[in-house]
């Protein structure tokens, strides 16, 4: 299994990124999956889950009403749309199955300033 996040970035607060997650060993439309991150000092937290088949999304209270949880199947790729960030937003965002396998990918680092 291989999981690997892209593009976090730095951005100003009221800006928006777009998380991209790809995984080798894993098929998304199998599994339920999420996005999970890590703010400096502080344990990693559950942000947004999406399920297989019919896709239902559930989100942390902080993401909710700014982030969006997608799939693209025949890509096999997972987003994360994060509209509206806020600079507790800062975090490494991470990617994995629900609940979290043991193998981790490296992370995308997103950086918000107020």
């Known amino acids: 299994v291989q999981l690997v996040e892209s593009g976090g970035g730095s951005v100003q607060a009221g800006g928006s990124l777009r998380l991209s997650c790809t995984a080798s060993?894993?098929?998304?439309?199998?599994?339920?999956m999420a996005w999970y991150r890590q703010a400096p000092g502080k344990q990693r937290e559950l942000v947004a889950t999406?399920?297989?088949?019919?896709?239902?999304?559930n989100y942390a209270d902080s993401a909710k009403g700014r982030f969006t949880v997608s799939r693209d199947a025949a890509k096999n790729t997972m987003y994360l749309q994060m509209d509206s960030l806020k600079p507790e937003d800062t975090a490494v965002y991470y990617c994995?199955?629900?609940?979290?396998?043991?193998?981790w990918g490296k992370g995308t680092l997103v950086t918000v300033s107020s």
């Open positions: 994995n199955t629900v609940p979290p396998s043991i193998v």
């Open positions: 060993g894993i098929t998304f439309v199998a599994r339920s």
């Open positions: 999406i399920t297989p088949g019919d896709s239902r999304t």
